[in-house]
T-cell receptor
Framework: DAGVIQSPRHEVTEMGQEVTLRCKPISGHDYLFWYRQTMMRGLELLIYFNNNVPIDDSGMPEDRFSAKMPNASFSTLKIQPSEPRDSAVYFC??????????????FGPGTRLTVL | EDQVTQSPEALRLQEGESSSLNCSYTVSGLRGLFWYRQDPGKGPEFLFTLYSAGEEKEKERLKATLTKKESFLHITAPKPEDSATYLCAVRINSGYSTLTFGKGTMLLVSP
């Protein structure tokens, strides 16, 4: 298996532009997580899905952020409009089925977002 | 509020110099403590899960232990390829499937 796939790997945009990050989870995994990592705050959970349904989006910083999972093999995280403080590395992770989601999470390589 | 604190923030070792990384937590209802390794420019990679105090797990030069308040990641005779950031995370009763991560310890092993 290729692991979790994220695109793009790097994104540089200007403030006010829309940014869309993409993720393909590992086949057969039914949990999908979006994280953001910064030096100041470390790795923070933004939102997670189970069987394509958003379960907890309490980590989404504000209404400018939205995430969708239209099917089991694809998810997007959108920021509109983007701001410089959104600059970070965004990770997608997936996890296989298990008792109350106790399984480990497999992370993608991340998307490094820079908002100028 | 649930807290996960890792120390030290950074650690520099000589090759072969054993040491330990600490992860202390203040959570209610721990359902698992996870250790991950993160190389520069990559996503975290799973190492261990510990579920109960007294539990230990080993992998090559790494051994993770767990008490009721903290976990240690012991590195025995490290090699330069062990250089990475080590993250710990906790899963709690009230957090269905979610992990709360510490900020990590950046380890550099010099030859």
């Amino acid at each position: 298996d290729a692991g979790v796939i994220q695109s793009p790997r790097h994104e540089v945009t200007e403030m006010g532009q829309e940014v869309t990050l993409r993720c393909k989870p590992i086949s057969g995994h039914d949990y999908l997580f979006w994280y953001r990592q910064t030096m100041m705050r470390g790795l923070e959970l933004l939102i997670y899905f189970n069987n394509n349904v958003p379960i907890d989006d309490s980590g989404m910083p504000e209404d400018r952020f939205s995430a969708k999972m239209p099917n089991a093999s694809f998810s997007t995280l959108k920021i509109q409009p983007s701001e410089p403080r959104d600059s970070a590395v965004y990770f997608c992770a997936s996890s296989p089925p298990g008792l109350a989601g106790n399984n480990e999470q497999f992370f993608g390589p991340g998307t490094r977002l820079t908002v100028l | 509020e649930d807290q996960v604190t890792q120390s030290p923030e950074a650690l520099r070792l000589q090759e072969g110099e054993s040491s330990s990384l600490n992860c202390s937590y203040t959570v209610s209802g721990l359902r698992g403590l996870f250790w991950y390794r993160q190389d520069p420019g990559k996503g975290p990679e799973f190492l261990f899960t510990l579920y109960s105090a007294g539990e230990e797990k080993e992998k090559e030069r790494l051994k993770a232990t767990l008490t009721k308040k903290e976990s240690f990641l012991h590195i025995t005779a490290p090699k330069p390829e062990d250089s990475a950031t080590y993250l710990c995370a906790v899963r709690i009763n009230s957090g269905y499937s979610t992990l709360t991560f510490g900020k990590g310890t950046m380890l550099l092993v010099s030859p």
